[in-house]
C-alpha cells in the first residue's frame, strides 16, 4: 500500500466533461472523465448542463481536491470537491 497522497498540480478541462490532470512528482496528464461520476451525484449533477461552470475547475486544499462553483437547490454558492487521495 502507498501511504502517499496524490497532489493535483494542474487541472484543465479537456472537452466534454473530461479533465486532464498532472499530479505532484508526475510529468504526465492524465484524463480523468467525470461523466459518470456528475451523472450519478447530486452534488455534481448542475455540471451535467453547464459546460461554463464545468471549465471552472480549480485546485483546493492544497492539491487534495478539485472545486466548481456550483449553484444548489438553496441558491447558495457552493464548491464540492474530488478527492484525489484514492489509487490512480
Do not use: C
Request: hydrophobic fraction near 45%; charge should be positive; aromatic fraction near 6%.
Amino acid at each position: 500500500m502507498n501511504d502517499e497522497v496524490a497532489r493535483v498540480t494542474k487541472v484543465r478541462p479537456a472537452g466534454g466533461r473530461v479533465l486532464r490532470v498532472r499530479f505532484a512528482g508526475d510529468r504526465r496528464d492524465y484524463k480523468l472523465d467525470m461523466t459518470g461520476l456528475i451523472a450519478r451525484s447530486a452534488h455534481f449533477a448542475p455540471l451535467m448542463d453547464d459546460a461554463q461552470s464545468f471549465a471552472k475547475v480549480a485546485i483546493v486544499e492544497d492539491g487534495l481536491g478539485l472545486a466548481w462553483p456550483i449553484e444548489t437547490k438553496m441558491g447558495a454558492i457552493r464548491r464540492f470537491g474530488l478527492d484525489t487521495t484514492a489509487d490512480r
